[in-house]
């Protein structure tokens, strides 16, 4: 087992990673894999936990890989409107397939959009946008590399404007996605990270009203306007203060809607759905609100962290042999079984978030507590797997659904994440 042996071990999951970058990026997980092919969002958050271990521990070809993928990803950015895609101006690639997207496009009922070229590319991701402006910011940051910044600025502006033109489509001050009822196509029902139907669905089976918004998406929203209004102040000063004064309002709304009393904690809901009403579900979602921070402050307001903190390592959330689950085991909608993907699973790339926004607050035993318990399933497993489920006499088993799928068993996301905790 090389869990005996750390140093192979890191060695064979940074050869995991390498192994998963192709000419146009990063891909999610194997090519022979469902999800062998460039995903917005999983190359977003794999670049970003690349670019903490280079702090760390500097790679040349690591960051040749964060630099060829975030350049594909802006060629890919969003050029007009196309509801069949969720194509929009400056929005950010939800999934980009030149092959193997049979699966989607062939369909009986409602098969997804391909484009004339002959590729399939879809929009549908919320989260997508915010994430590659913090990936490019970071890179630049990381980097110092001033022709790269001058190459993705045009697309960084693009993208911002996505955020303050399309990213609200009711207008209540909150980044929230939708579907457009005339849509014929099929796409995403649900456009946040845990994109199951399942882990928004109530005891009835019933799915919320449009817009939604997820509550760690805010999170992004906030942090993205942030940095960038931070690096436009000289430059740009209107364009500065028109995201300064949306992330500050942002971040007002959020804690007066998100925030709830659940017996003596603070927690932030699942989501606000299009009536308004706060999904009161608890997951680990609150928690990646800590990641998305600027100088040790994030979309949370302080007086609610250490509550939030104390919340998601009970019983219900956390397990000192697997990490950080998605959704509790209080919940009702809480599946124990092997086709849980959503609602109760282990997702390394959450419980990596989770870990360093618990460092960026000064959480350190915290920290060791979850690194500890997130790596013991991985070593079981020998390999940076998508997601994992524990029953109630601690065995450990892979995802599998009713239909055949199953999780993968090297996992961009997830690769990074245990890169960042071996580093």
């Not at 890179?139 to 303050?164: C, H, M």
């Not at 939708?178 to 946040?192: A, E, H, M, N």
């Not at 690096?231 to 942002?250: E, G, I, N, P, R």
């Amino acid at each position: 087992m090389y869990s005996a042996q750390p140093c192979k071990f890191r060695k064979f999951i940074l050869q995991s990673l390498l192994d998963l970058a192709t000419d146009d990026g990063i891909n999610a997980s194997e090519k022979e894999g469902i999800y062998g092919c460039i995903f917005g969002r999983d190359s977003a958050l794999t670049i970003l936990k690349i670019l903490r271990v280079h702090r760390k521990l500097p790679s040349d070809d690591l960051i040749q890989v964060c630099k060829n993928a975030l350049l594909t990803l802006c060629s890919l950015q969003g050029k007009e409107t196309n509801i069949e895609s969720g194509e929009e101006p400056g929005k950010f690639i939800h999934e980009f397939r030149k092959k193997n997207f049979e699966h989607l496009t062939n369909r009986p009922t409602k098969p997804w959009y391909l484009y004339p070229d002959g590729y399939l590319r879809n929009y549908d991701s919320l989260d997508s946008t915010p994430l590659i402006l913090i990936a490019l910011y970071t890179y630049w940051e990381t980097t110092s590399d001033q022709k790269f910044l001058a190459q993705v600025l045009p697309f960084v502006e693009r993208g911002l404007n996505w955020i303050i033109t399309y990213g609200d489509k009711d207008k209540d001050g909150l980044v929230d996605y939708t579907l457009d009822s005339k849509r014929r196509c099929g796409g995403l029902v649900v456009q946040s990270w845990t994109d199951s139907h399942e882990s928004l669905k109530d005891t009835k089976g019933l799915f919320p009203k449009y817009p939604i918004a997820p509550v760690e998406v805010q999170s992004y929203a906030w942090l993205a306007l942030t940095l960038w209004s931070g690096f436009y102040t000289d430059s740009a000063s209107c364009f500065a203060q028109k995201m300064s004064l949306q992330a500050v309002q942002l971040k007002d709304m959020f804690n007066k809607l998100f925030i709830f009393k659940e017996g003596e904690h603070s927690y932030a809901g699942q989501a606000i759905d299009g009536n308004k009403n706060l999904i009161k579900t608890v997951t680990g979602n609150p928690l990646i609100c800590l990641w998305a921070s600027d100088k040790a402050e994030c979309i949370v307001d302080d007086i609610y962290i250490e509550s939030m903190v104390n919340r998601v390592f009970q019983p219900d959330l956390f397990d000192p042999d697997a990490g950080i689950r998605t959704m509790s085991i209080l919940s009702p909608t809480f599946n124990p079984n092997r086709d849980s993907y959503h609602n109760g699973s282990f997702w390394p790339v959450l419980n990596g978030l989770i870990t360093e926004g618990l460092e960026n607050f000064g959480f350190d035993p915290e920290v060791r507590k979850l690194k500890q318990a997130a790596l013991k399933p991985i070593y079981h497993f020998n390999s940076p797997v998508e997601l994992y489920i524990k029953d109630k006499q601690g065995n450990f088993f892979e995802y599998a659904n009713f239909s055949g799928q199953v999780g993968c068993r090297v996992q961009a996301w997830s690769a990074a994440a245990v890169l960042d905790w071996l580093t």
